[in-house]
């Protein structure tokens, strides 16, 4: 019963490299998205998928890429990191929608040096 | 619009009772409110939907205030498992079936 597994869990970039955060739901849920938390902003939509296949843009798409190629899995991709990604990284999923009731991960820190 | 929490941070004592509310300059179609304790990930606590009842959940309720766009979580007796930021997310009709989330109000009970 993992729910939703969040890879790495911490992780340490130099300005420019590129990396993934890994995302995965054993739920069978059509939605998931991601989204960046950082102090005194509350929860920052990245981007969300409502199927295979299906991706969009939320409130704070720049810098980072998303594909949906399974039901399972929503990797988000920094192409190019920059200091003002450092965040606190969250991956979440429901049946259907983000107004459904959401299962998150228990996250990813990210630090850009 | 980022819906307005109220208060940013709240200390209690075991046992007394806590309100936290949750603002919006727009009109709401629905109100969900999640927990997070430090270092996890945030926990679903409920839904209020627009015309529904007042939902409850152990000793943590809500309400919804369609006129004023706002909704109170209230915490009685709280225990020290309450502790943690409490962060309302909001749904419009026209965000896309996207919640809009408050900086979230941190609260900590005390023995």
């Known amino acids: 019963n993992a729910g939703v597994t969040q890879t790495p869990k911490f992780q340490v970039l130099k300005t420019g490299q590129s990396m993934t955060l890994q995302c995965a739901q054993d739920m069978n849920h059509e939605y998931m998205s991601w989204y960046r938390q950082d102090p005194g902003m509350g929860l920052r939509l990245i981007h969300y998928s409502v199927g295979a296949g299906i991706t969009d843009q939320g409130e704070v798409p720049n810098g980072y890429n998303v594909s949906r190629s399974t039901t399972e899995d929503f990797p988000l991709r920094l192409l190019s990191a920059a200091p003002s990604q450092t965040s606190v990284y969250f991956c979440?999923?429901?049946?259907?929608?983000?107004?459904?009731?959401?299962?998150f991960g228990a996250g990813s820190r990210l630090t850009v040096l | 619009q980022q819906p307005v929490q109220s208060p940013q941070a709240v200390i209690l004592r075991e046992g007394e009772d806590a309100v936290i509310n949750c603002s919006s300059s727009k009109a709401l179609y629905s109100v969900h409110w999640y927990r997070q304790k430090h270092g996890e990930a945030p926990v679903f606590l409920m839904i209020l939907l627009k015309g529904g009842e007042q939902k409850g959940h152990d000793k943590i309720s809500a309400s919804f205030n369609e006129k004023k766009q706002q909704s109170s979580l209230y915490l009685t007796a709280s225990q020290l498992s309450y502790s943690g930021t409490y962060f309302c997310g909001t749904l419009h009709m026209d965000s896309n079936y996207q919640l809009i989330w408050g900086a979230g109000t941190k609260l900590i009970i005390k023995p």
């Open positions: 979440a999923s429901s049946t259907s929608s983000g107004a459904n009731v959401l299962t």
